[in-house]
């Protein structure tokens, strides 16, 4: 089946550092990726929306400039959540879907970014 | 998309077969209805999708009502490895552009020993 990967599974950073995670479709082609975060108890909230060779188009009250995404291939996007902040401490969760086949496919989940800012 | 409405928790005794709910009154022609779990501290996992007819996998089988406005999830067997958040999520089929899924709370399904 479709698989996903995410790294790193769990990071910790000091408050004002950058921090990337990976998202990797591994035997799939994807043109749309999907950012997610998930603060504890909480269902999965969507951030942004990746798109191969364009800009990614973010949700409301979800800052651009803080949360950089880059999707240069059919099979990696990146997120890098810049000058980190304790209130960033969250579960951050991509997305993908198969580019082949039609457009009821389901999107494939990665395991999971856990960030924790001291 | 439409909303879904589904209960906030339930219990299932392993071994036994689960049936979780989903509400889907306001759903319109082209919108499948899709099945996610969550188990703790993991990514969501695709289960099964479907669009009018009932459907079955290896996973689990999803049957829903003739009037498209709600459908259940059963699974089985259970086993306390299926404990877990289980989402009902509608989305259409736009054919390009935005797949994007939203997230309810989803049902907590507790496999009791």
Redesign the interface.
Known sequence: GAV?S?HPSWVICKSGTSVKIECRSLDFQAT?M?W?RQFPKQ????MA?SNEGSKA?YEQGVEKDKFLINHASLTLSTLTVTSAHPEDSS?Y?C?A?DLAG???Q???????T?LSIL | DAKTTQPTSMDCAEGRAANLPCNHSTISGNE?V?W?R?IH??????II?G?KNNETNEMASLIITEDRKSSTLILPHATLRDTAVY?CIVRG????G?????????TKLSVIP
């Open positions: 996903v995410q749309t999907f997610y269902s999965l909230m969507l929306t188009t579960f969760i997305s879907r039609g457009g009821n389901p999107q494939h989940f990665g395991d999971g856990r | 499948y899709y996610y969550q501290s993991q990514g969501p996992q695709y999708h669009l989402y089929y736009s054919g390009a935005s797949y994007q899924l939203t997230f309810g709370k989803g």
